[in-house]
């Protein structure tokens, strides 16, 4: 189930009207399912498979007819995938649940499927399904938490299900998990016992294949953090200069340190970092992860993004709304930076706390989640917890002047014409 929504009514309305985000999510929204790829790719080569995506549950009437069905979703479209899997259950077909939020929730995910899958496939689909064959299902299995790449558990996904589909960006995982740990980070580390990284040759054949399955490939990479290990990451833009790729990637702030990097990753063709920058001061970053990296880091920001942007990669800057630091001073101050760092991208986003995180233990602990169950609305826009230093009206009023501010074509224009400026600096350098 794909089709994130805010909630929040203001918030909604305002997408109508705000051109440049509403681009990102169209982007966003388009690209396929590389989990459920991977499961394809883990199913024996003598099973029918048939892959869906869908942002509506289908009308009423009976469903499409399978022997087994599985469901994967984000947590802001959980109660949709769980109406779609009972839906399926009242008619005789048996449903696994699997994905990041089954894992983080299994008792509440239980109630709605025959069986589940808790954390990766890898080591966990395979006996599924020679259990579901032989008619002996168990209602859990737990997938591989390490190793997941290593031979006898890696599994090529099945990109060729991807062809003939409208799709402007596709996936390919080089990592799980990001070594920072941040409090509120719901990412593949809440699954895997530690960073892994995928062997280079099999990153780079899988490159070859999702960019053949599609008629303009873009690659996005489905990474929490791509460049954690140097020499890796050298040896894998060596590999890919000579593809001739477009791509997109999620990293750390770390990268600008390396001038080398910065070279080889624009003639390997990326377009354009996604950096967690969070928030614009160093006090405001303080207590986000176990070492406190992102706050000794921050007085660096400027000049980092500089020296990335200066390459010709554009960096869109992430930003979260709504710390424990935070009171109504921060939307300006972030507006104020966004204009001095000349970010080309800006991601605003409201602090969420989403289950099985750091983050929603301790709101929990301390009185402040706005309800128990509230799924829908960890979509990264809509407010579902009591800010420290203002109230929940005064983090979604802020919010909204924000985007507002960011928002607006005069203002992406006047940083498109200061990004079009590098470029041109470097075609007459070339």
């Known amino acids: 189930m794909s089709g994130v929504r805010v909630r929040t009514a203001e918030l909604a309305a305002m997408g109508v009207t705000l051109p440049q985000f509403v681009a990102r999510g169209r982007v966003i929204a388009s690209l396929p399912s590389l989990g459920l790829l991977t499961v394809a790719g883990l199913t024996p080569s003598d099973v029918e498979i048939e892959y869906r995506e869908l942002d509506e549950l289908p009308d009423g009437g009976r469903l499409e007819p399978f022997d087994l ?13 769980y109406d779609l899997a009972d839906r399926y259950r009242a008619e005789g077909v048996p449903v696994v649940l699997g994905g990041l939020h089954v894992s983080m929730m299994p008792e509440e995910a239980m109630q709605h499927a025959d069986s589940i899958v808790v954390g990766g496939a890898e080591g966990a689909w395979q006996k599924l399904v020679e259990d579901f064959r032989c008619g002996v299902m168990r209602p859990r299995y737990d997938g591989l938490r390490c190793e997941v790449f290593e031979p006898g558990n890696y599994a090529f996904p099945r990109f060729d299900l991807l062809e003939g589909r409208a799709y402007n960006r596709v996936t390919v995982q080089t990592s799980r998990g990001c070594p920072i740990s941040c409090e509120f980070c719901a990412a593949s580390l809440r699954i895997t016992s530690h960073f892994q990284q995928k062997p280079v040759d099999l990153v780079l054949d899988e490159l070859q294949a999702a960019a053949a399955a599609v008629e303009i490939p873009f690659v996005e990479f489905a990474d929490d953090n791509t460049f954690v290990n140097q020499k890796w990451s050298k040896k894998l833009l060596r590999g890919m200069t000579p593809l001739g790729l477009h791509w997109f990637t999620e990293t750390d702030i770390s990268l600008a340190d390396d001038p080398e990097l910065l070279d080889l990753m624009r003639a390997a063709g990326c377009k354009q970092v ?83 995180t750091p983050l929603y233990a301790r709101f929990k602990r301390e009185g402040r989640l706005l309800q128990e169950r509230f799924w829908d609305r960890c979509t990264l826009f809509d407010v579902n917890y009591r800010p420290k230093r203002m109230s929940v009206e005064q983090l979604e009023s802020g919010l909204r002047w924000l985007f507002a501010e960011v928002y607006n074509n005069a203002e992406f224009a006047r940083r498109r014409r200061a990004y079009m400026n590098i470029h041109r600096k470097l075609r007459g350098a070339a």
């Open 69 to 81: 069905v599985g469901i994967s979703s984000f947590t802001a479209r959980i109660n949709a995938a």
């Open 274 to 356: 996604l950096i967690g920058l969070e928030s614009p001061a160093r006090e405001n970053l303080e207590g986000l992860d176990p070492h406190d990296w992102k706050a000794r880091r921050a007085e660096e920001y400027l000049d980092a993004i500089e020296r990335i942007q200066s390459r010709g990669i554009s960096v869109n800057g992430c930003f979260i709304l709504g710390l424990d630091s935070h009171d109504e001073s921060i939307f300006e101050q972030t507006r104020d930076f966004i204009r001095a760092s000349n970010l080309l991208e800006a991601q605003l986003t409201v602090l969420t706390p989403f289950p099985g």
